[in-house]
């Protein structure tokens, strides 16, 4: 059985940029590039051993397609394009988009992107007990570390685990070699 | 195109219906045995394990040039811009808090759908459950890492 993985918003909005992306070409998979958002994005894409499943919900995705339009000023076919790029990466790797968990009790300091990210994480549908890992770059979350949700019944075999992309990166590349034939 | 000739369908042990379709495609003479090659190295000998490996990896292929290009036309943008990836979080914290109420019902418009796929998510696994041998070795791995 695959970890699930959720991707915060700004990590798929640095993960939407690449230098020479362009020249990528057939039957070429994503090489690590050195920018760890970029590398988040691409492990979806390489992971050979299946052992990371992208799970998203409506929230992280509305969020990231809003951010694009505000910060690249993407525009909306390219914006719709990265909503297909993201379920596709959902879906090649046995992922899902999850209804967020909405009880749980937040600091009021918790910006909108992190309080999608850990409602995701937290969500119902993921089941009992689990493994979550939650990828992010915002400060407020990352102090969190092995994070508990407050305000809503939780499994104490449960966990979830926030990491920052470099993090996670370095984390994948360990299980790659551990799992190496 | 490939016509569908027969569809077959069985039980297997964990009781789940299992559906394959026969399909018919032609390939050249001289091909037949660089086919059976493939399947014989990734197929463990069968044409149709060998397919489906072939299909997930092309699958893959097809993700990295379309993510490729997205990715292309973001750093064409981020360049405008003069926009560097250390500037991201911060940058959206600040559009997620100060939302552009046009960019916003515009992202709604286009994620619509998924609100209605994530209602309807079945639970990838059971409720209540054992953790997989592999599960608790990535659990243990990621929870005991140095920070």
Redesign the interface.
Known sequence: ????VVVA??VI???????D??L?Q?????PPTG?S??DV??T???DTYG?F?LVL??DI???S??????????D?E????????LS??VH?R??????PESGIQFPSTM???ARATLECAAA????????V?VVT???KSLRG??WRPAGIAWHR?S?V?I?SPH?FNA?VE??RR?RRP | MATPLHTVSNTNSMGNVRTAATVGFSIEAGDRERLQHLADVFGGGNRSEFLRKAMSLMERVEAAEQLGKLQAYGQSQADRRGLSPQDIPRLVEEALANPNPRAVAEAKLICAALRAEEAHAEPPMATTRELSDAEVWLREAVTTRPR
């Open positions: 059985m695959s970890i699930a918003p700004e909005v640095a993960g939407a940029v690449r230098i992306a362009d990528l057939f039957p070429a998979v994503p920018r958002a970029v994005l691409g979806f894409v390489r052992d499943r919900s409506a995705v509305v969020q397609i809003q951010a694009v339009a505000t910060i690249y000023d993407f909306f390219h914006r719709e394009q990265l909503l297909g790029e596709r990466l090649l046995g992922g899902v988009f999850v209804r910006d909108a992107g119902q549908a993921l089941g009992h007990p689990r493994t890992i770059e915002n400060e570390g092995n075999e966990h685990q990491l993090e984390f360990e299980v551990r």
